[in-house]
């Protein structure tokens, strides 16, 4: 708990359940790491490098991520509720039943990002890039996606969604959107 890797390289290392509540790992490297099911409540990973990390199951509630990489992450059934995800790079990363409710996604890109059943309630998404993501069952209720990138994203079977949202998207390039 409150543990500080400011800068630190942990390219590779185990943290399967830890607590690592109210810790700083601004500007680690956590390349190819193991963060399954730990506890990061309230940490902060600005400008963290966490590509390739195996993050399943683990509570990021409340957790800075601003400006981190997380290209390739495995975030599958990740809590991120009220996360600060801003201007992070989450490029081809799994988020498949990911709970984003109220997160801040703001220029985030989610390029190719597995969003399949993830929860995206309230979650600010200004130019956010979801371009070719997959939200297939997704969870999408009080969202504005006006200045998002969605141009072949598939939107199958999502929750949450309007008319005029179902016609926005469709005119931008939204795949399988009913």
């Known amino acids: 708990e409150g543990a500080c890797g400011f800068k630190a390289k942990m390219m590779g290392a185990t943290l399967v359940k830890a607590n690592l509540i109210f810790s700083n790992f601004r500007e680690t490297e956590f390349f190819n790491a193991n963060l399954n099911e730990a506890n990061c409540s309230n940490s902060t990973f600005e400008n963290a490098t966490l590509d390739r990390a195996d993050i399943q199951r683990a509570n990021l509630r409340h957790v800075d991520l601003r400006k981190a990489s997380l290209v390739g992450a495995n975030l599958k059934n990740a809590d991120l509720t009220e996360a600060i995800v801003k201007r992070a790079e989450l490029e081809l990363a799994d988020l498949t039943q990911a709970n984003l409710t109220q997160a801040d996604l703001s220029h985030a890109s989610l390029f190719g990002a597995r969003l399949e059943g993830a929860i995206l309630n309230s979650t600010k998404l200004e130019n956010t890039d979801l371009r070719q993501a997959n939200l297939e069952k997704a969870h999408l209720e009080?969202?504005?996606?006006?200045?998002?990138?969605v141009q072949v994203a598939i939107f199958t079977d999502?929750?949450?969604?309007?008319?005029?949202?179902?016609?926005?998207?469709?005119?931008?390039?939204?795949?399988?959107?009913?």
């Open 158 to 178: 999502v929750k949450g969604l309007g008319w005029t949202q179902k016609q926005w998207l469709k005119n931008h390039g939204v795949l399988n959107i009913d």
């Open 142 to 149: 009080a969202l504005d996606f006006s200045r998002c990138l």
